[in-house]
Nanobody
Framework: HVQLVESGGGSVQAGDSLTLSCAVS????????FGWFRQSPGNERDGVAS???????RYLDSLKGRFTISRDNSKNTVYLQMNSLRPEDSAMYYC???????????????????????WGQGTQVTVS
């Protein structure tokens, strides 16, 4: 069973940086793809970035260049580095793990929430 725990959220000023972490339990970490999603009140949950078991990364187009997803297989942790934060980045950020091992999530489906069977509880990011 895969469990995910996010951390690193907080309240920051516009232009600041934050790094979110997602600690993952279980022994299948290296075989799974992971995604970061975000949701603000009244809005749908949107895909922010994903990283495959092979290290392939994908991003929401509007966030390319500001956000970076990475993984450390030795620490069972996924990261989301967020730079030059803007008020519109304020949201609850969720880490999610793919339902299937070794699946390659392509450009058209990496941000489909239904592909992710395991979710963390979320960490709040507020930018003012």
């Amino acid at each position: 069973h895969v469990q995910l725990v996010e951390s690193g959220g907080g309240s920051v000023q516009a232009g600041d940086s934050l790094t979110l972490s997602c600690a993952v339990s279980g022994d299948t970490f290296s075989t799974l793809a992971f995604g970061w999603f975000r949701q603000s009140p009244g809005n749908e949950r949107d895909g922010v970035a994903s990283i495959g078991s092979d290290g392939m990364t994908r991003y929401l187009d509007s966030l390319k260049g500001r956000f970076t997803i990475s993984r450390d297989n030795s620490k069972n942790t996924v990261y989301l580095q967020m730079n030059s934060l803007r008020p519109e980045d304020s949201a609850m950020y969720y880490c999610a793990a793919d339902s299937l091992r070794y699946r390659s999530l392509g450009a058209v489906n990496w941000d489909f929430a239904g592909n992710y069977g395991y979710w963390g509880q979320g960490t709040q990011v507020t930018v003012s």
